[in-house]
């Protein structure tokens, strides 16, 4: 499975806008502050983790479409190439990167799948997922739970509310991090 998603292949630049912005949300400082989730290599990745699953969720409900499910595909493949440049630039040495990007593959398609199962299941399993995965190296307080249940439930609904169209174009939206912290 993870040949598909993760294979090496050209760029596709009508992804670019796309993964952008995941990338700025998933780097807000918000998160990081009275959200608390880790600000460390693991919380970003967490959060990097949790913005693609909202995408990737949102495209995949087009099954008819086969330009959400290409955009998808340039998506995962841009992430990829972002784990190796990354690791590359933290100084992994070569023979290494490979492993390295396979397991964060790995790790992220994880989350993909506790992810979907907490939206199938209800704001109960979304939690148990999110304490498992966003929050997995700090023990979170009750009311953080809540908040970034009710985060990853909005950014769900907004986009649900954007078409195919839209989304190819990169035009997403996220509700504010605040949103978060408990504020409205």
Known sequence: MFD????????DDSSETLYARIVAQARRPEFYGGAGVPDSLDGRFEMLALHLFLVLHRLTREPADPACAALAQALADRA????????REMGAGDL????????MAGALYGRIAA????LAAGEGELRRAIRRNLFGTVDPGDRQLADMARYVLA?????????????????IEFPPPDLAEGRR
């Open 155 to 171: 950014a769900h609904a907004l986009l649900a509310g954007r078409s195919a169209a839209e989304l190819a174009l990169g035009a």
């Open 4 to 11: 598909r998603w993760f294979a090496r292949r050209p760029r």
């Open 96 to 103: 290494g990167v490979g492993r390295r990007v396979k397991r």
């Open 80 to 87: 990829a190439a972002d784990f190796d440049a990354n690791l």
């Open 115 to 118: 992810y979907e199962a907490g």
